[in-house]
């Protein structure tokens, strides 16, 4: 008998020891409640991620127990996601983490290849667009607001002590405009610093975690998902490659602010033909940079077919380090001193924000006409939008990068100058984008107005499908209601493509109109409309003021809730659920996203499978609740074919289907589901009607029912019963451990699992491909 890691191997003729690895879900679990048990211990892992057993069970490999019944083992991965209070900093990189879903929506398209690398350029363009917002509207405020408008006028500048050293009143050396330019772009510098390190510390400890090193077998098919691919959760090359051009995008930003502003001055009438001359080189070297900036970024994507360990460190160390020197270029050059230059007006940032804007629109379109192109490849009914899902996604996170740059221009000139009108205040688009937000929220109102009317309706119906499946107990009408309730209320979470549609449509139409309305009138809207009719006129004003007022107060809470987030433990746990749905995918779209932490959660569970079977013959069960079920699924399409086959999985709660099918249809479409079914020895799926989250997974043919369970009572018992004295609660997406039917269902995949003990064979069951019982 060899031996392995975790203890002997199985002897011939033994049915071998069984393991449940148990996987928590969103919120995150303790190892105490998992393994309902108040003394446990750390099999492997660190204060990160860790697998726990029952102290009792801790070297149950070699000590005599009754194998009949697994060891149950609790892999814990909420800390990679809410951990220390570093983590309330990634609510700034939210429009970041948006666009990078966009990435992975794509619709399913074998053969098209083309496609779908156009497909992935056009995002990780819209990405570029928003790490230029962001650093934009650092310039807006540093630069722009501040040191340009504030600073420049005494009247401002008299009213912030703090500003007194760069009034030109003071007349000290700071005073002068390029001076004071040179000395605000510390802000966007230092924020662009930022971005950088949090992207460096995470990618050192996500992308840096490697899988099992394996080579794709020859009769293994990775077409149906590139989640069974080696170098799928290793993207450690490609997040290298876009720090290094995002950074240096952010850098150019600052130095085109600073740069060009002092430039413009300089090929006016009377401007020294010396300065007017290092302008125009300093304006070509910005250029050379944003065309090697965009090379980069369209020269690679991701390379999944194998672990590339390569990290390309020239580019990667010398790209940021070039636009760095450029920004020093660029403060000596505007800190030169210029007779005649004054601050006066603002800083063109209308054309800066109105060319992003424009440029983001154009990026969307093109991406839906690409989607569409690739969805009619093989269309799939279930999938979110018909194949729009990742363009309007992108649409969203655009719109979340406006409102951000627009909140926090807005907040910071009422700050400066609250209602004085001293100093000309943001970009007129940045206020015609605020002035959008109230006609959006009255779309917003009126669909969800339907929705609810939409869920009263089924909710009613819901009624009539209750009181049948309790015919034997007393009706009770408050119970059967809540029963109701719960059930249609479950629903919404399917009309989170209708939602997500109008959305992301009506913004696009809004944002284009304040596009237009900004770059005609240059005004902002209430002057513009102030010749129109009165009506008009009224809704311009009033739109105008509320939403400069409603874009001031959603800055205000995301700051405060940030701030509550980096000291409040529970707070960081509610945006921890946020991450752990939102970072599941790597990083491939943009690299200052918040890490994925399913590069170091589906090795780490890689690991642990391959490593236990190896070592001990034994029987395992992959239990997954909620996201802990993705995380399983995608820990098995990791596994050799051969591994996969002594594996079976357990989900519930699981949106795998529902959500991840939907919205993700190239790599959790039915296609992949189906191979995940047909590679494992058997799989069982559970859900209930109540649960907003888990549904089924619905495999088509004869692999439906075998995966999917009927869906399960809840609650378990509608009145009061001999086993239920009091009434039991409705669970919907939680404790499913509670149900019997979790415990039945497990020891069948474990009967499956034993080769001298077949299962029990439920009629119309049959055998897989392979000749093994399926379920």
Request: with cysteine.
């Amino acid at each position: 008998m060899s031996e392995g890691a975790d203890g002997p191997a199985q002897k011939p003729g033994e049915p071998g020891i069984a393991l449940e690895l148990l996987v928590h879900g969103v919120g995150g679990a303790t190892p105490e409640k998992m393994l309902d048990d108040p003394r446990t211990v750390r099999i492997t892992g660190d204060d990160t991620a860790a697998v726990f057993r029952r102290a009792d069970d801790a070297d149950a490999e070699t000590s005599p127990r009754d194998r009949d019944e697994p060891v149950p083992e609790a892999y814990v991965w909420s800390n990679l996601t809410s951990g220390n209070s570093a983590r309330a900093l990634w609510l700034l990189l939210l429009p970041f983490m948006v666009v990078n879903l966009a990435h992975w929506m794509r619709p399913r398209a074998r053969g098209r290849d083309r496609t779908v690398r156009l497909y992935g350029l056009l995002v990780r363009l819209a990405g570029l667009t928003l790490t230029v917002l962001l650093v934009a509207a650092a310039c807006e405020v540093a630069l722009d607001l501040t040191a340009w408008q504030c600073a420049g006028r005494s009247a401002c500048a008299e009213r912030h002590s703090w500003l007194g050293f760069l009034s030109p009143a003071a007349g000290g050396w700071w005073s002068l405009p390029g001076r004071r330019l040179a000395l605000a772009a510390l802000v966007p510098t230092a924020l662009t610093g930022l971005l950088w390190y949090l992207s460096r510390r995470t990618w050192s400890a996500y992308e840096s975690q490697q899988p099992i090193v394996r080579t794709v077998e020859p009769d293994e098919d990775t077409s149906r998902t590139a989640l069974g691919r080696p170098g799928f959760w290793y993207g450690r090359r490609l997040v290298a490659r876009l720090r290094a051009a995002h950074t240096a995008a952010g850098l150019l930003t600052v130095a085109a602010a600073v740069g060009t502003s002092a430039a413009r001055f300089d090929r006016g009438p009377g401007g020294p033909a010396l300065l007017d001359t290092l302008g125009w080189l300093l304006v070509g070297a910005l250029v050379a940079g944003a065309i090697a900036v965009l090379w980069v970024i369209c020269r690679r994507g991701r390379s999944e077919n194998r672990l590339d360990q390569e990290l390309d460190e020239h580019l990667v160390r010398r790209l940021p380090l070039a636009a760095l020197v450029l920004l020093v270029l660029a403060l000596v050059y505007a800190g030169w001193e210029r007779q005649g230059w004054e601050s006066d007006g603002r800083l063109p940032g209308d054309a800066t924000f109105g060319g992003i804007a424009l440029l983001q629109g154009l990026l969307v379109i093109v991406l839906a006409v690409v989607a569409h192109l690739l969805y009619r490849t093989h269309p799939d009914p279930r999938a979110a939008m018909r194949g729009f899902g990742g363009p309007a996604v992108a649409m969203l996170a655009c719109a979340l990068g406006g409102v951000m740059s627009g909140g926090l221009s807005q907040r910071v000139a009422d700050w400066l100058d609250g209602t004085r009108a001293s100093i000309p205040g943001p970009p007129v688009l940045l206020t015609w984008q605020s002035s959008v937000i109230p006609p959006l929220l009255v779309v917003l109102l009126v669909l969800c107005g339907a929705l609810a009317w939409r869920t009263w309706r089924l909710c009613r119906a819901e009624l009539r499908a209750v009181r049948p499946d309790h015919p034997d107990d007393p009706q009770d009408r408050t119970r059967t209601r809540r029963i109701a309730n719960t059930r249609a209320m479950s629903t919404l979470t399917d009309r989170a493509p209708l939602l997500v549609a109008v959305i992301s449509t009506t913004t696009l139409l809004l944002g284009a109109g304040a596009l237009v309305g900004a770059m005609v009138s240059d005004k902002v809207p209430s002057k513009a409309t102030g010749s129109t009719h009165p009506f008009l006129h009224g809704a311009a004003e009033t739109a105008q003021a509320l939403g400069s007022w409603l874009i001031s107060l959603g800055f205000i809470l995301f700051v405060t809730w940030g701030r509550r987030a980096y000291k409040d433990a529970s707070a960081r746990r509610t945006i921890g659920i946020l991450w752990d749905v939102g970072t599941f995918w790597p990083r491939a779209a943009h690299p200052f996203a918040p890490p994925c932490y399913a590069e170091r959660a589906v090795p780490d569970l890689t690991w642990r499978i391959a490593t236990w079977t190896r070592a001990t013959g034994g029987r395992l069960v992959i239990s997954g609740h909620s996201q802990g079920s993705v995380l399983a699924a995608a820990a098995a399409w990791q596994l050799t074919p051969s591994a996969r086959k002594r594996v079976a999985l357990l989900t519930y709660g699981s949106p795998l289907e529902r959500l991840y099918g939907r919205w993700f249809p190239a790599h959790f479409g039915p296609a992949a589901l189906s191979s995940l079914h047909h590679d494992v020895d058997c799989w069982r799926n559970l859900y209930r009607l109540t649960d907003p989250i888990g549904g089924p997974v619905r495999l088509a043919g004869d692999c439906g029912p075998e995966v999917d369970r009927d869906a399960l009572e809840d609650p378990l018992a509608y009145g009061r019963t001999a086993t239920h004295p009091l009434p039991a609660p409705i669970l919907g997406h939680s404790d499913y451990q509670a149900d019997p039917a979790f415990a039945e269902e497990r020891e069948r995949l474990l009967a499956r699992l034993r080769p001298e003990l077949p299962g029990p064979r439920r009629k119309g069951e049959g055998q897989g491909e392979s000749g093994r019982s399926s379920a």
